[in-house]
């Protein structure tokens, strides 16, 4: 494996009154996609303009490989970035954008021309060498700003939100693309973005920061199958939210395989009654050692939730089954996602994936009366907190 | 969308209703050819004219004025007018251009400009009298360094070509900072961090990239100084020596003293002509950049026109 491995140890900076980072320590290894996920404001950009040396944070270290980064300018560091409006040189040809670094280094025109070609044809752009920026379509800019973040070789590749004045489709493309050079380079991508989309479908693993912190480090499934809080739940994917109180906890004796993301081998399994407020009595399956009379928080996720007019025949004990009436259908071919009201409060998110279109039945219309059901193992406890 | 749109018919050239151009314009052509254009003309005729005896013109043809300008003592003064004002444009771009870099970069812009822009209020010649009452043997300056005891005797600041110098740096500076400034406020200042992250020091971010990106401020801060520093007239009179003069005291000196309006004109002519050529060369060379963009953004707009289907060629008639 190429690249660096980067420690971020306790770091943390201010902007006058605002933190915009609080104590922060990531350990990202070698060659990995990582990716700093959150809302905007969540300090994810000045981590990465702190790696890259734009920024001197107040307290913490950063260290590439087990040297300490911090003291050097951002010139000497082995690290590029691609920015988020691409910061394209305007008075400089394609060619000479790439050549920059090159050029900096002082190395013979015929070496620089035959780097910058070789660069310029893994991101296909060889034909638009003599081009200026301003000629570029956003795509096009966005691939010159990588060839040129890539041909000083660096240990770790910075990008900060480098899809973001993309359109979907391009951004698609585009990540592909970015998924694609990641491997043939293999160096460390520290990738920033807000779109939980982006960062499910690339990194290797992800950090999802609120508010100066970082909330949850993990593998895109452990994200999403076992959020660490009901703020990351929330953010990444769509999900059903709830508060409840703990009334009861067993052991199991035949556990499921997973909880959430994670292999329950040698793990006990618990089975959680709890009680929610306009809803009723669900039952969960759990790793955490749950008290009685516990407040949790609960989700369950939109397309863990079957739906039928008709009342499901099954007769185990481990699932939740709820009636509610459709508020609001919403058609988008390969999918369709329900609004169902069980009570005034209480509004289930539904997806219903349209695989095979002639076993489903009648269709569930507006108005129609629903019966919404999951398995205790499809929930996920949250968060527990004190009673 | 037209409604009835034949397949391939031509769109009809869009053509003004009226031209209202010449009404907008009259007013300031007028005011122009007034006050501008008609005593440049008189300027351009006296200059052609023979020397009355007692100052004016006489209407006879001659080229006696021009002749007297071959002559050793002239040059001179236009040379080292010429030097000087190279000089002191130079010294005012160099302090214009950090001063301009940090406004833009300050969060406090608007005190910033009020503070470059106040001076303007004060007339010219208090400013420059206020400069002798620094310079002078008796100023603030000499008693200033009398009183600390760095010297035992007075310094002669004044009457000489740095007085002259630094007066005219200081008068033509905000003509610099505000063109500059206001250029380097629309530069990009995420493309330096670019090529400090892509290994290029403090330094070369700032001639390889900030430089060549503020080029046409840099232009435009040169001809707002260079212009009225070449035909300086009250600064060198006033804190410039013997030494010291520059085209604009010799203008004045045939004018008021030798009363040879001709040659007074044939000088102006010459000021005229040399800045003029100056702004034509500037010109030239921007008009060169400008004509490569054009024409590099016409090819590009040429070849993306191929790709792009015109809807009233397509079969359907633009209805689709």
């Avoid at chain 1, 009342?311 to 009636?323: C, H, M, Q, S, V």
Wanted: proline share 5%; hydrophobic share 45%; glycine share 6%.
């Amino acid at each position: 494996m190429k690249g660096s491995d980067v420690t971020i140890e306790r770091v943390s900076k201010a902007f006058g009154d605002f933190k915009a980072l609080k104590d922060v320590s990531l350990e990202i290894r070698k060659g990995e996609f990582f990716s700093l996920l959150g809302p905007s404001g969540c300090g994810k950009t000045t981590l990465l303009r702190i790696i890259a040396g734009f920024e001197t944070p107040d307290d913490g270290a950063i260290a590439l490989d087990g040297t300490e980064v911090l003291s050097l300018p951002p010139n000497m560091r082995h690290v590029n970035t691609v920015f988020q409006n691409y910061a394209l040189f305007p008075h400089l040809s394609v060619f000479e954008n790439v050549a920059f670094p090159l050029r900096i280094k002082k190395l013979p025109n015929a070496a620089i021309k035959e780097k910058v070609r070789d660069y310029l044809k893994l991101v296909e752009l060889q034909d638009h060498a003599s081009k200026k920026p301003s000629q570029l379509s956003g795509g096009q800019k966005q691939r010159v700003a990588i060839a040129r973040a890539l041909i000083n070789e660096p240990n770790v590749l910075l990008l900060d939100e480098p899809l973001s004045a993309l359109d979907a489709k391009l951004r698609q493309h585009m990540l592909i693309e970015l998924d694609r050079i990641h491997d043939k380079i293999g160096i460390t991508f520290i990738y920033v973005t807000h779109d939980q989309q982006e960062a499910l479908s690339v990194s290797d693993r992800i950090a999802v920061m609120c508010q100066g912190d970082v909330l949850q480090v993990g593998t895109p499934h452990e994200i999403y199958e076992s959020p660490a809080t009901d703020f990351v739940a929330r953010f990444i994917g769509e999900t059903n939210l709830f508060e409840g109180t703990v009334t009861g906890v067993e052991k199991m004796a035949n556990p499921p395989r997973t909880v959430g993301a994670t292999v329950t081998t040698s793990q006990t399994v618990y089975m959680a009654e709890l009680d929610i407020e306009e809803l009723g009595r669900i039952k969960v399956t759990t790793v955490d050692n749950v008290q009685v009379g516990q407040k949790v928080t609960f989700t369950v996720r939109p397309e863990k939730i079957a739906i039928s007019c008709d009342k499901p025949a099954t007769k185990r004990g481990d699932i939740n089954l709820f009636e509610g009436i459709v508020d609001e259908p919403i058609y988008s071919g390969f999918q369709t996602k329900f609004y169902v009201r069980i009570s005034d409060r209480i509004v289930f998110k539904v997806i219903k994936q349209h695989a095979n279109y002639s076993d489903e039945g009648p269709d569930i219309v507006w108005k129609d009366s629903v019966y919404l059901s999951w398995s205790a193992d499809d929930g996920y406890i949250v968060e527990a907190r004190d009673a | 969308m037209k409604p009835a749109a034949s397949p391939g018919s031509a769109t009809p050239p869009i053509r003004a209703t009226r031209n209202y151009g010449l009404t907008y314009a009259g007013p300031t052509a007028l005011w122009f050819s007034f006050f501008f254009v008609a005593p440049l003309l008189i300027i351009v005729l006296y200059s052609f004219l023979k020397k009355g005896l007692y100052g004016g013109v006489e209407p006879i043809f001659s080229l006696d004025a021009y002749r007297a300008l071959i002559n050793p003592t002239f040059a001179a003064v236009a040379f080292k007018t010429l030097v000087s004002s190279i000089i002191a444009t130079i010294i005012t771009i160099l302090i214009a251009l950090p001063c301009g870099y940090f406004m833009a970069k300050s969060r406090h812009q608007t005190t910033l400009l009020l503070l470059v822009i106040i001076p303007f209020w004060t007339n010219f010649l208090i400013r420059v009298y206020a400069w002798i009452a620094i310079l002078g043997n008796n100023g603030f300056l000499n008693n200033f360094l009398h009183r600390v005891g760095l010297t035992h005797e007075y310094i002669q600041f004044l009457y000489n070509q740095e007085a002259v110098i630094l007066v005219l740096v200081y008068m033509y500076l905000p003509y610099a900072i505000l063109p500059l400034f206001s250029t380097i406020d629309k530069f990009d200042f995420s493309l330096l961090e670019a090529a400090r992250d892509l290994g290029a020091t403090k330094t070369q971010s700032m001639t390889k990239i900030l430089l060549p990106n503020i080029r046409a401020g840099v232009f435009t801060a040169v001809l707002f100084t260079f212009i009225p520093i070449f035909g300086a007239y009250a600064v060198p009179l006033l804190v410039g020596g013997k030494d010291s003069y520059m085209l604009g005291n010799v203008i004045a000196d045939q004018l008021t003293k030798t009363r040879n309006w001709p040659l007074a004109s044939a000088i102006s002519m010459v000021i005229t002509a040399v800045t003029t050529a100056g702004i034509m060369v500037m010109m030239a060379m921007n008009k060169r950049e400008a004509t490569r963009v054009m024409e590099e953004r016409r090819a590009f707009a040429d070849s993306m026109a191929d790709s792009v289907v015109d809807p009233a060629s397509h079969p359907t008639g633009g209805q689709a």
